[in-house]
């Protein structure tokens, strides 16, 4: 289901299914008339979301979808696990592969994006492999460079950046924290590691699980998605 409020985010604030029977609903994002993309997973595609409320399909065979983001141009930006790889699709709905190895090696299954003030893209890959540990990359605004910005967590999934594009938060699944990083420059960070939030300390019914999702909004406020195990008793939340 894809939900909206047309007020500020309050405990009050009225929200409306815009979207339903969505099959496996991962990132979505809006371009600044205010179209929102989502990607359903077990679908293989992107949807779109007119500002009239139209839904339509913008993208198909698309496999292992996760994080959607728009870039300054209009094109929407996505990750696929199945391959991994980070591609673009322009409006007109044509594919442009931008990155899926580092140093010659594929990516294992790439998870969430965040484009950067500088039209850069950090993205978290959790998966594994002999070859390629658990990373957060950088795509170079040029997409000509692709670099490994760290490989200290043991599973990151959710990214985003503050508003200002000074701080980067990426959460780990495998220990439920989001780490805070200061940048030193695009691609380059200060430090790595510093804790920023951690469920147990602070969301009630949380402690056991890791954010699966995380974004900021232009005011700086970060949220986070959790999703519990279908045998749990507590549900899943922002």
């Given at each position: ?136 990359y950088y795509i170079s ?98």
């Amino acid at each position: 289901v894809v939900l909206k409020t047309d007020s500020p985010i309050q405990p009050s604030a009225p929200v409306t299914a815009v979207a339903t029977n969505l099959q496996s609903g991962q990132g979505v994002a809006s371009d600044p008339t205010g179209n929102v993309f989502f990607a359903e997973s077990a679908a293989n595609k992107i949807s779109e979301l007119s500002t009239s409320g139209q839904l339509s399909t913008f993208k198909t065979n698309l496999t292992g979808l996760g994080g959607v983001k728009i870039d300054a141009r209009g094109n929407v930006v996505a990750v696929e696990s199945n391959p991994a790889q980070v591609v673009s699709i322009s409006p007109l709905g044509v594919t442009t592969v931008l990155a899926s190895k580092f140093n010659d090696i594929p990516f294992n299954a790439p998870n969430s994006l965040w484009i950067d003030p500088q039209g850069g893209i950090y993205v978290t890959d959790p998966g594994t492999s002999p070859s390629q540990p658990a990373s957060v990359y950088y795509i170079s605004p040029d997409r000509a460079v692709v670099s490994r910005v760290n490989t200290g967590l043991a599973q990151p999934t959710g990214i985003t950046g503050s508003a200002d594009g000074t701080m980067l938060y990426v959460s780990d699944a495998a220990t439920s924290a989001t780490q805070e990083t200061a940048w030193r420059a695009p691609g380059h960070l200060s430090f790595f590691g510093s804790p920023f939030f951690h469920p147990s300390s602070t969301v009630a019914g949380a402690s056991a699980f890791a954010p699966t999702g995380i974004t900021s909004s232009f005011v700086s406020v970060i949220f986070f998605t959790f999703a519990c195990p279908v045998a749990s008793d507590r549900p899943a939340m922002v």
